[in-house]
């Protein structure tokens, strides 16, 4: 009797539910798949950020990148274009390390810059997990808030450094008004457009609870941080002793 080969495994194949297994293999193959379109991605995410963030979750066939591969496109650009993606948490992470690691700010900044991607990726889960606990009635999973946290954080980079050239602009001309305005109000203005269509913002409850998420999630990703920075430093005290 002839034996039939089992099937290989189809990394894009996914149950009813989207699951973090499905997730790290759907990433491994968008990682090396160069036939989805980052233009389209970042178009759809500014405009129709929900159609984005369904089309993924749902599990539809669709020309867009992965969460993660957008995430790391999107860091490398703004760190290759030499501009803080986020000046402030930046700045707190340098400081966070030259406290914990007793590094030289020069050396610290010169960290932050150069492992960007790799630093920021707990801040996925940080976000993803404070959306689920304050938008729990959406009955969505982690997998699937993970989805919709490195899509709105990546695309939030970008709106803040198309925000911070414009500005930038604007102040050569003289405006330095409209430049403060368009660089600190855009980002934070297009974070909750993007949570209403993402998370279905209704009420006005809804649009309180959409920043109070980024925000708790960026100070528990700074206490992540130094609480890991200060395992790293009672490490290296304890090897070199």
Known sequence: M??????????SRRGERLTLAYLARRTRQELLDLDRGLLGTAWDLLWRPGQVTTAFIEGRLTRYYSPARYFVIITAVTVLVGAANAPLLDEGMIRVLQGRLSLEREVAASWVADWNAVLYAP???????????FFRERALNLAEHLVIATYGWSQLLAVGLAALWIGQGLRELGLQPGAVTLT???????????????????????????PVVLISALVLFLAVMALGAGLAASLRAGLGS
């Open 184 to 210: 600190l109000l855009v980002p934070p203005a297009w974070w909750l457009y993007y949570c209403a269509g993402a998370l279905r913002l209704r009420s006005a409850f809804d649009w309180i609870r959409a």
């Open 123 to 133: 801040l996925m889960l940080c976000l993803a997990l404070c959306q689920r606990y």
């Open 2 to 11: 002839q034996e039939h080969p089992e099937p290989r495994s189809d990394p």
